[in-house]
């Protein structure tokens, strides 16, 4: 693993192992809330990587014992005292976090979040935004803004979308901590690991989808996101036309006649 070049004040650190590019987040005394400043550290960093074709999958993990608390709750404060009560830069936060959510979502490779420990409001939403988890035993899970007066209304996006709504509705509703366990049963993270190895994991399983075709990952990873939103018979006909255009790609062709021949495909990523 290639040793970062940042100082260790830097908000976000950015490493590589290989094709993997690991990002992460670096605020541990304030338990890696989002500040403005990160928030605009992840957003250049996930830019950068998407633009970026020797990176072939991303992990997103943290320092410290919280994986993210969410916003900066101290910085957003500090701006009632402006003119306005704070409404222009509370919408600019709001704005530009849920814009990085979506880079994650849009970002041409996968992006596999290793969570190490408490994950809430945002921070649990950037869970959710991943196209992937894996969390360490340790780990737990909320969206607590009902207990502060602040529903968890961005938050619940990317909640709603990975687990069921009553199962969501329950965690907004309640802002009650989930297991890491129980995370895994309703479908908010993909696997629990013993503590202290969801990192280790977390690459293991990048470097396991590196090895397919960086090509046909990008467009299965798209077209993912945009059936979801679709109904049932738009949905299959934009996947059909997915698939036919996959099929006359050279990684498909590839990989068809190595699985006929039983040998190893070689990609060309395209």
């Not at 502060?148 to 996006?157: E, Q």
């Not at 977390?202 to 590196?210: F, N, P, R, T, W």
């Not at 949905?235 to 190893?264: L, P, Q, W």
């Amino acid at each position: 693993m290639n040793v970062h070049t940042q100082t260790d004040t830097a908000v976000l650190l950015q490493q590589r192992d290989g094709p993997i590019a690991i990002l992460t987040l670096n605020r541990p005394g304030a338990r890696n809330s989002l500040s403005e400043a990160l928030l605009i550290a992840l957003s250049e960093a996930l830019r950068n990587i998407a633009a970026d074709t020797s990176v072939r999958a991303v992990v997103l993990t943290a320092n410290g014992p919280a994986f993210c608390a969410g916003h900066d709750m101290k910085e957003l404060t500090a701006r009632r005292a402006d003119a306005d009560a704070g409404r222009a830069y509370f919408r600019t936060i709001m704005t530009t976090c849920s814009a990085m959510m979506q880079q994650i979502v849009q970002l041409p490779q996968p992006v596999i979040a290793a969570v190490q420990g408490v994950a809430t409001a945002a921070g649990c939403q950037l869970v959710a935004s991943c196209d992937l988890a894996v969390a360490s035993s340790a780990a737990k899970f909320a969206t607590p803004g009902v207990d502060i007066g602040l529903f968890c209304s961005t938050p619940m996006v990317a909640l709603s979308r990975n687990v069921s709504r009553k199962h969501a509705m329950e965690m907004l509703l309640t802002g009650d901590m989930v297991e890491a366990e129980r995370a895994a049963a309703i479908g908010l993270v993909n696997r629990v690991v013993q503590a202290g190895d969801e990192l280790k994991a977390a690459v293991a399983l990048a470097k396991q989808i590196a090895s397919k075709s960086s090509y046909t990952l990008k467009i299965g990873k798209q077209a993912f996101y945009q059936q979801a939103e679709m109904g049932l018979a738009a949905a299959y006909a934009y996947a059909s036309e997915v698939m036919t255009e996959n099929m006359m790609a050279r990684d498909a062709e590839e990989g068809i006649c190595a699985f006929i021949d039983k040998r190893k495909p070689t990609w060309e990523d395209k």
